[in-house]
């Protein structure tokens, strides 16, 4: 890898794109000086929101009109052409001419041209789409969120590994700690597959990171695991859960400091630590899923982000590549087998 990080950018996909997309490439590049951005979109809509005189090495514009759109299927976004903004995309990496890509587009179709164009690391058998999740001490990665309805004990022990790999690329000073999602903390809880599971991982001896054994849906944000493993029908309807619940802390939030004098009075009093609750519940920071499990590392940043957020997705790329993501899981996966 070289020390100028390149990054593929789908600039079409998602809420207020192009617009919020190069907004939060220009965010971040003022804090990332050696990084350069592919990116990959119409270049009639892209271009006056660079600066005037930008410097194409940095922001490399590659025009394309055809783009995937969020009504989509994932077999009509395949078959669309290969000249849509994501599929060049994917394929910029394909080619060794990107490190990481990311889009904030139509995940299924991220997830089947990701597949279509990227070979899967070896003894992998299935992806996970992993994601940061907030806990008391900093943020946890929960995978898998929604890929694969159905996993068997290997699958939940390559999420394992993969999941504890992506903690230490993005946390290299902590030490990764795997929990599986249960609906229980007892040994003889939960059903044979996550049983099998437990069991392997309880036995197995990684220096990659500590196995904790099982958690419960209200212990997640405990913060005393920090790699949080489950199948993608779980994962998905967790995360959905977790989204509704602080949207809705942070909406009671704001009318009970607007709805009376006291309440006014209250939040004069409280407003710092407020405002601390309401930044650790931001979803923009911690934007940023990871298709992982291909041997090539792709992010998929919320469609409905702003500018700020789909920066911070970025950030995210610049660690997985910084800290060698994919070597790392490959090293894992072969003290397993």
């Known amino acids: 890898m070289s020390e100028n990080i390149k990054i593929a950018v789908d600039a079409m996909g998602g809420e207020n794109s192009p617009k919020k997309v190069i907004e939060g490439i220009i965010v971040n590049h003022k804090e990332n000086s050696n990084i350069s951005y592919n990116i990959f979109g119409d270049l009639e809509k892209i271009e006056p929101l660079l600066p005037k005189n930008y410097n194409k090495k940095i922001f490399n514009i590659v025009n394309t009109k055809n783009k995937i759109l969020d009504t989509d299927s994932p077999l009509s976004a395949a078959k669309k052409g290969k000249d849509t903004s994501m599929w060049l ?180 009093i409280n407003i710092k630590n407020l405002n601390k609750i309401k930044k650790k519940l931001d979803p923009r920071l911690y934007n940023g899923a990871i298709l992982i499990g291909l041997d090539s590392p792709v992010v998929k940043s919320h469609g409905s982000t702003d500018h700020i957020g789909f920066s911070h997705s970025l950030n995210v790329c610049i660690k997985i590549v910084k800290n060698n993501l994919i070597q790392k899981i490959k090293d894992n996966i072969i003290k397993w087998e």
């Open 89 to 268: 995309t994917i394929q910029s990496v394909k080619n060794n001419e990107s490190d990481i890509a990311i889009s904030a587009g139509n995940t299924g179709a991220l997830f089947v041209i990701s597949k279509l164009n990227l070979k899967m690391i070896k003894n992998i058998d299935k992806p996970a789409l992993a994601a940061l999740w907030p806990n008391k001490k900093n943020f946890n990665i929960v995978l898998d969120l929604g890929l694969n309805i159905e996993c068997n004990e290997k699958n939940l022990i390559d999420f394992s590994i993969m999941g504890s790999s992506l903690f230490k690329s993005l946390y290299p000073n902590d030490n990764a700690t795997v929990a599986l999602l249960n609906i229980g903390s007892e040994e003889l809880k939960g059903n044979e597959v996550i049983k099998k599971a437990y069991q392997n991982l309880q036995k197995e001896v990684n220096k990659n990171f500590n196995f904790y054994g099982y958690i419960e849906g209200n212990h997640i944000m405990d913060g005393k695991a920090n790699v949080i493993v489950t199948d993608g029908f779980t994962g998905n309807i967790a995360l959905k859960t977790a989204e509704g619940t602080a949207d809705f802390i942070i909406k009671e939030f704001k009318e009970s400091m607007t709805s009376n004098f006291l309440g006014k009075v209250s939040s004069l």
